[in-house]
């Protein structure tokens, strides 16, 4: 298995066509389809039910593109991160939460890359959970995580600051003349929420149910600008981190009783391979911190 042939497989799936995948990458249809043919021989599974006027890809196809794709993604970072490294450039990979750190980290990279101009950064954004499988699986060397639960043994961690999720509406909502304290006076005000992949949102889900309260949930979204796009035109609340709602000054933030507060940490694997970057790194943070 090559990655031409991967790159193949994922431009025929783009296209659900040989002949456009052929045209794309500029080769013969004869030369794609034996590739493709030779990658479901030695994957021992049909990747496309071929039809008579199109192809369309089975369900262990679908799960071959998911893995094919990441893998090029990977194979283009590694060639992006070796150019660096043959400019004497280190390369950092550091997931961040979107939620909570949005205040410490710019300054921090601002300010670490004064210190340290050699070595840069390569940013993955996720939710708090899937950074930790990151770091699990050595995708990152170091994860910003927002969570109200310490890190489990297995991590180091130091502790930047501490950040807790507001309910946020519109100054001119008409819960914004209230004195908002419990989930349950939100009542049926159309909410916005991260999607339920996210750490955040499952939290949150966690406390209605616990609190016996149904939210009205109108729309879920992977974009926190969403969020704070629909609070800003009063067409709906939501839920953000005070270093975001205090920087909005047509917004009302309530601080709930069942919301704790939580921590802004960066993490890394106790048993992690050490290298000069990540020292430097470390004891930046250690010491600022």
């Not at 909005?248 to 890394?268: D, K, M, P």
Request: aromatic share 10%.
């Amino acid at each position: 298995m090559t990655l031409q042939q991967l790159q193949y497989y994922v431009t025929v799936c783009k296209y659900q066509s040989l002949t456009k995948a052929a045209r794309e990458l500029s080769v013969s249809q004869p030369s794609l389809s034996t590739s493709i043919r030779d990658l479901e021989s030695e994957c021992g599974v049909l990747l496309f039910d071929h039809r008579p006027n199109s192809i369309v890809l089975t369900d262990q196809g679908r799960a071959f593109l998911r893995e094919a794709e990441r893998l090029l993604y990977s194979y283009r970072q590694f060639r992006k991160n070796a150019g660096l490294i043959a400019q004497r450039k280190a390369v950092l990979r550091v997931g961040v939460a979107p939620m909570g750190t949005s205040l410490i980290f710019p300054r921090l990279r601002k300010e670490f890359y004064r210190v340290c101009p050699d070595i840069n950064f390569q940013i993955v954004e996720d939710s708090t959970e899937m950074l930790y499988q990151k770091i699990d699986t050595g995708e990152l060397d170091f994860a910003f995580t927002v969570s109200i639960a310490p890190p489990e043994a297995d991590y180091r961690a130091v502790t930047l600051g501490h950040s807790r999720l507001l309910f946020c509406v519109h100054r001119d909502h008409p819960l914004s003349k209230e004195r908002v304290e419990t989930l349950a006076q939100i009542g049926n005000t159309p909410l916005i929420m991260l999607s339920d992949r996210n750490s955040q949102t499952k939290y949150l889900k966690r406390l209605f149910q616990t609190a016996e309260y149904t939210p009205n949930v109108i729309q879920y979204t992977s974009q926190v600008f969403t969020i704070l796009q629909h609070i800003r035109e009063n067409a709906a609340a939501g839920f953000l981190s005070e270093d975001i709602a205090e920087r909005e000054e047509n917004l009302t933030g309530f601080a709930l009783r069942e919301v704790e507060e939580a921590s802004i940490t960066v993490i890394w694997r106790k048993d992690a391979q050490v290298f000069p970057a990540m020292e430097a790194f470390m004891r930046y943070v250690q010491n600022c911190f």
